[in-house]
């Protein structure tokens, strides 16, 4: 049964992304398991109140994606050659509203993220260092591919990101003019018969950011090509470039985020650059897309704040900027918006009585609408531009979903919701009542056994805890598994195709989901209170609400588990040294084990000096001659943000250095699942069942007492 609840997880097509438009298209990127069942592929569907309309087929998979209003929609492929392996790099294809997909460029590296403003067509580039325009890129791509280098000099900080190498490219924004005299339509139809040369091909390299590492999902269908609109694949267009891209010219440092106003003249950007002590600081910059004027700094970040772009005013006057407050020895990590003029430059806070972080969108020129955790729930917001503080138009804690990538299309908001046990689907929802309207919804709902509870708490200092405890059919007592959140800067309030308690309840076993300090969606003094203390509050807070829990008729309190990945992981491998054999087991994934050297082998520049004084107090590896219980130590050599070293560093230790009785043959009862070609999650189709059935094998055998057949698949 264990096997089936699994595999209907992973086999679920899932929505991996909305894209709309203001006059009201809703598009929806749809990932779900290719033919053989080894991998995912993402298609593209268009939803139409209760109408879904497939825009692409076949063994292939959708990246960027821009929509037209007139119904063409451009995306970014990869071909299918006839051997059924993928292109080195990803196409850009334009859809009309019939017929089929016709590719419009295609260029080593590929191709990054897409937006339609105005008469251009704005994209995200990677290009050789040395090359200033397409054609020396094209050039200077094949002879270092000629030349088998895959060296790269770097000058600056970071070399790595997430789970891929950074350089020798560099990534910059380029914009190609669409026709004039020609409709998006009438320009698709000649696609395939104009000039150009064809070019060649060189590896190209994408990959996520943000922060230490959250519990949230990150699409496992990202990847190669893609079919067409009503009557094919378009594998068999030769490769022409009709669009022809110009580099924009780009500030100091490393392209982070960019936005585009409507017009497609102006752009904002945030880059990394470092200079005297500071490392990747983020500065934000004003550029202009289709003049000569050079690139406006707008704000340069300090050891003590950095600014992000946000969405450009309808009327182009204003934009939103993101402001955050680093995470220091002194600060807590926190963010704010501000509402920034772009003619004078100044700008004044948003929302500023608002206890939560959000990312407002316009709904029009005087009205914004935002999305944030809220109670291990979510909320979405609107408010006018002058507002303390904006209103709950849907959502908050007298219901159980939350709500993400809300954008504005038709008048209406459009966002994805879902919950601890409701996958994500698409809801529109209307700006005037908070109406919230379910649409048509291309992905597959996954059914869950069991109930949905909370459970509450009052913390050592008096603050009032709570967290989701999923149950098991059955009236118990079950055995029970503490899932510690990632981040540590995030919150149970969502779906997650990763950590899911689904197999778990369908196994038999409780989940408690714990939202401790650092969580987000209490407030900022819920951050605050464990921000510089790693292993303090948020420790006794999770064991305060495990207490709770125990103490209920319907857990059996001497059959539990602690598992957490990434800082979730931290936690975990803190508790394993910090609370003997209270837990049966310890599950530990992507974890932090040495606080010290995690911080000068990162990817993450924030990291290591807000940590030089909690070291000393908070570093789960001090504490391994306390650990007594068998863990699985799970990793993957790919992970960039949290490196494999912790995981070889923490394996090492256990086998050397803690007070873990061996088994009957004096062999270690720990164990290490090694992903040699995974990152900080494990996404790829095999390798994700793999990891729950190793996960609960570790936990029949220790929990239960029952001996677990490793599968095949393990060789």
């Not at 096997?3 to 899932?14: F, G, H, N, T, V």
């Not at 990945?565 to 049966?584: E, K, P, Q």
């Not at 390798?687 to 220790?702: C, I, K, R, S």
């Amino acid at each position: 049964m264990t096997s089936k609840s699994i595999e209907a997880l992973l086999d679920a097509s899932r929505l991996a992304g909305l894209e709309t438009t203001d006059g009201g298209r809703i598009l929806a990127k749809v990932a779900s398991t290719t033919a053989k069942g080894t991998a995912y592929r993402t298609a593209l569907v268009e939803i139409e109140e209760d109408r879904l309309l497939p825009l692409t087929r076949g063994e292939a998979s959708i990246g960027a994606v821009a929509a037209a209003e007139d119904g063409t929609t451009f995306f970014t492929a990869k071909r299918l050659g006839e051997d059924g392996t993928e292109a080195d790099d990803a196409q850009l294809w334009a859809l009309p509203p019939r017929g089929e997909a016709r590719e419009l460029a295609a260029r080593p590296g590929g191709f990054g993220g897409l937006r339609l403003a105005g008469s251009h067509l704005i994209t995200e580039l990677e290009v050789h260092s040395q090359a200033s325009d397409e054609t020396e890129h094209d050039r200077l791509s094949a002879k270092r591919e000629e030349a088998t280098v895959t060296a790269a000099l770097h000058a600056e900080f970071p070399t790595r990101s997430w789970d891929h190498d950074l350089g020798p490219s560099r990534p910059v924004l380029a914009l190609a003019a669409l026709p004039s005299d020609l409709s998006w339509a009438e320009a698709t139809a000649i696609v395939g018969a104009g000039g150009g040369a064809p070019s060649s091909s060189a590896a190209a390299s994408g990959g996520p950011g943000g922060s230490i590492g959250s519990s949230g999902d990150s699409t496992d269908g990202s990847g190669p090509s893609a079919g067409s609109g009503d009557g094919g694949s378009p594998g068999d267009s030769p490769h022409k470039q009709v669009l022809h891209f110009r580099y924009v010219t780009m500030p100091p440092g490393r392209l982070e985020e960019w936005t585009v106003d409507r017009d497609g003249s102006r752009a904002l950007v945030a880059m990394a650059d470092s200079r005297g002590d500071l490392l990747a600081a983020s500065d934000l910059y004003l550029l202009d897309l289709i003049g000569a004027q050079p690139p406006r700094l707008l704000r340069q970040g300090t050891a003590e704040a950095e600014h992000g772009p946000g969405e450009f005013s309808p009327d182009g006057t204003r934009a939103l900027i993101g402001r955050g407050r680093n995470w220091t020895q002194e600060a807590s990590l926190s963010t704010s918006v501000e509402l920034l003029d772009l003619a004078t430059g100044t700008s004044t806070p948003v929302w500023p009585e608002l206890d939560q972080w959000v990312d407002p969108v316009w709904l029009d020129d005087s009205t914004l609408i935002a999305t944030s955790d809220d109670q291990g729930r979510g909320s979405v917001w609107i408010g006018g531009l002058d507002d303390p503080a904006p209103r709950r138009l849907a959502g908050g804690p007298e219901q159980d979903l939350a709500f993400d990538s809300a954008s504005v299309a038709g008048g209406a908001v459009i966002a994805s919701a879902s919950g601890i046990s409701v996958a994500p689907h698409p809801v529109r929802i209307e700006p005037a009542t908070g109406q919230i309207q379910e649409l048509a919804n291309p992905a597959d709902a996954v059914a869950q056994k069991g109930s949905l509870t909370e459970v509450t708490a009052t913390a050592q200092d008096g603050t009032a805890l709570r967290a989701w405890l999923r149950l098991p059919a059955g009236e118990g007592p079950h055995p029970l598994v503490v899932f510690a959140h990632g981040g540590p800067w995030g919150s149970w309030n969502a779906w997650t195709y990763r950590w899911n308690p689904g197999p778990f309840a369908d196994a038999g076993y409780a989940v408690l989901l714990p939202d401790p300090a650092i969580s987000t969606g209490y407030g900022q003094a819920m951050i605050d209170r464990g921000q510089h203390e790693l292993g303090g509050a948020p420790f006794t807070d999770i064991m305060a609400l495990t207490d709770v829990t125990v103490a209920r008729e319907d857990i059996d309190a001497e059959r539990t588990a602690f598992a957490g990945g990434s800082y979730g992981g931290y936690m975990a491998n803190w508790v394993a040294g910090h609370t003997g054999d209270r837990f049966r087991c310890i599950v530990t994934h992507a974890s932090l084990w040495d606080t010290v050297s995690m911080g000068r082998t990162t990817d993450n520049a924030a990291w290591e000096r807000p940590m030089r004084e909690q070291n000393a107090l908070y570093n789960p590896r001090d504490a391994v001659a306390d650990i007594v219980v068998p863990m699985l130590v799970i990793h993957g050599d790919k992970d960039y943000r949290v490196p494999i070293a912790q995981g070889h560093a923490l394996w090492y230790d256990l086998n050397a250095f803690s007070a873990t009785p061996r088994d009957a043959e004096g062999r270690t009862r720990h164990r290490y699942l090694y992903f040699p070609d995974e990152g900080h999650w494990i996404q790829g189709r095999g390798n994700a069942q793999v990891w729950y059935e190793t996960f609960l094998g570790f936990l029949d055998e220790h929990v239960r007492g029952e001996a677990w057949e490793r599968p095949a698949t393990l060789g």
